[in-house]
């Protein structure tokens, strides 16, 4: 799989010794509330896991599942496969995905939170795409900024793969073009 990447950006190590500082300030800022995490499903599953664990406070975890991406293109649309269960009103929500490359994802799943009367929407992610965005947004929590190129690897997909790589890289263009895109 590594030898589909064109680089690596982080390594392992690299990213859970970024987790450790991202965790420590996450238990801080939430340390006399009760933290609802609502995790965005699939990409964020490696980094929920990585993360949570080195949270030591009482939480309540759902997940939300939507889809907007068809391989390295977004479609520009957003579906919801699935929505969180659990009741969010009054509560300290904590949006956790693994990317922030338009926008869309995380502004419409934060409007559909907010229908719902949560005490407070915080989000984290762990990686933020330098661009211009189609709907603002601005991440309270952020692991990595990195340039507009298409990343796998950490629980981040194409097509799927790559989801299982340990570190994060740039998928070689010829890749993704051979595939169409
Ligand atoms: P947005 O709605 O455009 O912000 O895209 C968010 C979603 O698109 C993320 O949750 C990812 O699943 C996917 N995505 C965006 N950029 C990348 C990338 O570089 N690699 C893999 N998935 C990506
Ligand atoms: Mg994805």
Redesign the pocket.
């Known amino acids: 799989m590594q030898a589909d990447l064109d680089r690596i950006l982080f390594d392992e190590a690299t990213i859970h010794r970024r987790l450790d500082a991202l965790a420590a300030k996450i238990s801080q800022d939430y340390r006399n509330r009760e933290l609802t995490v609502i995790a965005?499903l699939?990409?964020?599953v490696i980094l929920l896991a990585d993360l949570l664990r080195r949270i030591p406070l009482p939480l309540r975890l759902d997940f939300i599942s939507v889809s907007?991406?068809d391989g390295?293109e977004?479609r520009g649309e957003?579906v919801f496969r699935q929505i969180s269960r659990l009741d969010v009103s009054g509560r300290h929500v904590l949006l956790l995905?693994?990317?922030?490359?338009?926008?869309?994802?995380?502004?419409?799943i934060r409007e559909k939170l907010a229908t719902t009367e949560p005490a407070s929407i915080r989000i984290c992610v762990l990686?933020e795409?330098e661009k211009t965005?189609?709907r603002p947004?601005e991440p309270d929590y952020i692991g990595f900024r990195i340039a507009d190129?298409?990343?796998?690897g950490y629980g981040?997909?194409?097509k799927e793969r790559y989801r299982n790589l340990p570190c994060i890289g740039v998928?070689r263009k010829d890749l993704i073009a051979a595939t169409g895109g």
């Open positions: 965005v699939n990409g964020s907007s991406y390295a977004s957003l995905d693994d990317i922030l490359d338009s926008g869309l994802t995380l502004a419409t990686l795409k965005r189609v947004v190129e298409f990343v796998v981040l997909d194409f998928l």
